[in-house]
């Protein structure tokens, strides 16, 4: 602990005078972020469970706008929840039974979406249920066994959740196993990624629909030129030499893909957005889609004292008339700082972390296709009054989707988690449940899903949040 405040303090001193040299926050997208002065990785802080009953978590969230220092030196108006950015974190265990008092002090409707968590139609916080200005609202429903993971929430407006996300409203989503695999030792860091656009005067850049850069961002998806982790650029994490920390990440930007490496170290990648593959994989780098969650272990591999960057590494997801100029850059994300103190012997991770059972391709009663073009989805666009695709409780449906344009699009699906079968053809090499799935350009992939409980409507759309405003997105019925 004091050597890391130490190694701290030393670098805010170094670092604040490169940032007093007359930078400046302007929102060019091919500008670098500016250096602020190094901060600790900190989690977010937990949502406080209120309730005194067993396998119960009763909590508070209120949106409302606030006044918060995100750039240093100036403040910005923001949207936030309990009013930090990012929120707290929901840390709940498989088998609560979870309730949410929601008031929404914004000026506008909102919902709170609990992305990826198969839950009733009635809590999933989509389109379907905006909570007005003033009112309040509680989202209520069971956490299932076998679903531990990473999750995130947000807000799911009609045609604002672009607006609302990048005003600063999302946070964390913990679900626990009863029986994890993973050492219960294993420190744990909660990274939230996201980017911005910020005015000189400090207010986050949303420009006019129809001028130049609205309607860049709106083919695009609206991307900044300053990475956040937490809320914070470029912050520190301490790590003491051979220790072993799992680190769960959610990207929460509106079209930034990140392709995560620590430089000149490799991770183990041991989940995705439905929790635990069944063993771990060596990797070099991550892809990291938009909404798309990761579970990796990192690993205390440098010398005391050492210190490796977490990076972000160029991806071109972009047709190339909207690419930024500075896409082929590498962009630090934070600093992994290992301490003064004397190695440890790394804890032992297990070979087998569980077992996912293949959803059975032979009970497959539909086979669907879904074709993505620019901003459409199947050549529609989104109506909330239509039902594009209508199935039962209790089908298991094959969706065959296709990219056919010149642009990455993450699809996502509500309410249920989906298992990839192949991608151009080639089968997916380990499972995984998943929500999120970018489909890159000019390609296709198949997916297997079982909607085993919850009758409703459920959206599925493009993840670039300016793509699911404009109307990517279509609606799932189970009766
Ligand atoms: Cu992250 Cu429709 O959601
Ligand atoms: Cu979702
Ligand atoms: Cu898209």
Request: charged share 20%.
């Amino acid at each position: 602990m004091k050597h890391r405040s130490i190694a701290l303090l030393t670098l805010s001193g170094s670092l604040v005078a490169v940032s007093a040299a007359g930078q400046n926050y302007a929102t060019s997208a091919s500008r670098p972020a500016p250096s602020p002065p190094p901060r600790d990785a900190s989690n977010p802080p937990i949502l406080v469970n209120i309730s005194k009953l067993p396998k119960t978590v009763e909590v508070n969230i209120t949106a409302a706008v606030a006044k918060l220092s995100l750039m240093p030196g100036v403040t910005s108006e923001v949207f936030a929840y309990n009013g930090q950015v990012p929120g707290p974190t929901l840390d709940v265990r498989e088998g609560d039974h979870v309730i949410v008092h929601f008031r929404n002090n914004l000026p506008e409707p909102t919902t709170i979406h609990w992305h990826g968590i198969h839950l009733p139609f009635d809590s999933d916080g989509s389109p379907y249920h905006p909570i007005a200005p003033g009112a309040t609202h509680d989202y209520e429903f069971t956490v299932h066994a076998g679903t531990a993971g990473t999750y995130w929430y947000h807000p799911h407006p009609d045609h604002r959740t672009g607006f609302a996300i990048g005003k600063g409203l999302y946070g964390g989503i913990i679900v626990r196993a009863a029986d994890d695999p993973l050492p219960a030792s294993l420190p744990e860091k909660f990274l939230i990624l996201s980017d911005n656009r910020f005015l000189q005067d400090g207010s986050i850049d949303f420009p006019e629909a129809h001028s130049q850069h609205g309607i860049k961002d709106e083919s695009n998806g609206r991307e900044g030129p300053v990475l956040f982790v937490n809320g914070e650029v470029m912050p520190t994490i301490s790590i003491r030499s051979g220790e072993v920390q799992l680190w769960r990440i959610v990207n929460a930007s509106a079209g930034r893909i990140f392709r995560l490496s620590l430089a000149g170290h490799t991770l183990l990648h041991v989940g995705s957005d439905g929790g635990l593959f069944e063993k771990p994989i060596e990797v070099n780098e991550i892809l990291l889609t938009t909404g798309e969650r990761v579970e990796l272990l990192v690993r205390g591999s440098d010398p005391p004292g050492g210190r490796s960057a977490f990076q972000n590494l160029p991806y071109d997801r972009y047709v190339p008339q909207t690419r930024p100029a500075d896409w082929e850059m590498t962009r630090d994300l934070l600093t992994l700082q290992t301490t003064n103190d004397a190695p440890v012997t790394p804890v032992a991770i297990p070979a087998t972390l569980r077992k996912i059972v293949p959803l059975d391709t032979t009970k497959v009663t539909a086979v669907r296709t879904i074709v993505f073009s620019q901003g459409l989805i199947n050549g529609k666009a989104m109506d909330m009054a239509r039902v594009d695709v209508s199935t039962t409780v209790g089908a298991t449906e094959i969706w065959e989707i296709e990219n056919v344009v010149g642009m990455d699009h993450p699809f996502h699906l509500h309410g249920f988690q989906f298992q990839v079968l192949d991608r151009d053809g080639v089968a997916e090499k380990y499972r995984a449940w998943k929500d999120m799935l970018n489909i890159p350009k000019h390609s296709s992939a198949r997916i297997i899903v079982r909607y085993d409980d919850f009758p409703g409507k459920w959206m599925f759309h493009c993840h670039i949040l300016d793509h699911e405003d404009h109307g990517m997105m279509g609606v799932l019925e189970v009766k």
